[in-house]
């Protein structure tokens, strides 16, 4: 009887860890598939916001010598900044969630569920994230104001997602196929929001010569040195501060904060002295004051 029970015992004990092992993955396979096609969605569309960076200046980042391998590890610690930034926020939701389905005394949980057991409404909710997910898009190739863009996410939402999406939810592999698909748009929505943050960061340095927290995380270096001739070690450019924007094919790309112009010069004649990175402003400070004078 003994050797019967414990018998039994080790069977509910290896049952039960099947049913912990297995919940488990469940949980890390339905997570992977929302963050995934996310993360790889936004690391897709950064690259564009890395080019918007540098055509401020006129330049691309090849001419910058960002190459692939610096891209990639520029844009992993872009992705790493929004995962720190996204798991409080997602948390946050959760608990505000769970408190108040405690105040409604669950009401709104069943509330949910019930939603998500009607096709048509749970496909509507997620066709117009979808076309809302185009926001940043529609405002990175033009500027439209709250009322146009709510109209064109809903209009996008209803013609476009509603019926594909009702029709996905119908069997397991096309509700799987819907997570991926609004996860990835998901993802570019926030990749064009960052493009936009990162071209206003891009134009602030310009005009102002401080990059924000953003550049600095995307790995742009708001590095400043005085220029020095090769030759004679004497300074040039009247021993102003320029910003070196990077190097390639033995060259040196600076953008002259005083005349708004960004120029070359060759590797081998030039001394770079006094390097700082992020240098201290004064309040009000802006760039382009030599270039107003000779204007004027």
Partial sequence: MENTANLSRSSDDVQADKEASGSVIELV????????????????????????????????PQQAGIDQSVLFGRLVGTLVLVLL??????GLIIGLGWLVNKVTFGYSGRLVAGIRKRPWVAALIAALWCGATYWGFFNFVGDLDLTIMIAIAVGLGVLTFLVPFRLLRRKPVGRAGLKVLVGGLTGLGLGFLLILELSYGAVEVQRTGQANLLLDTLGFQDQWAVLKSADDDKPLYDGRWMMLL???????LFYDCDKLETFRRPIETTNLSSLQLSPEREEGFTCGGLAEGAGQ
């Fill in 246 to 252: 990077g190097e390639s094919e033995g060259t040196y």
């Fill in 85 to 90: 930034l996204g798991i409080p926020a997602l």
């Fill in 29 to 60: 396979e339905r997570i992977a598939s929302v963050v995934l096609p996310i993360g790889v969605a936004l690391y897709a569309v950064l690259y564009i916001g890395i080019e918007e960076i540098y055509a401020v200046f006129g330049i691309s």
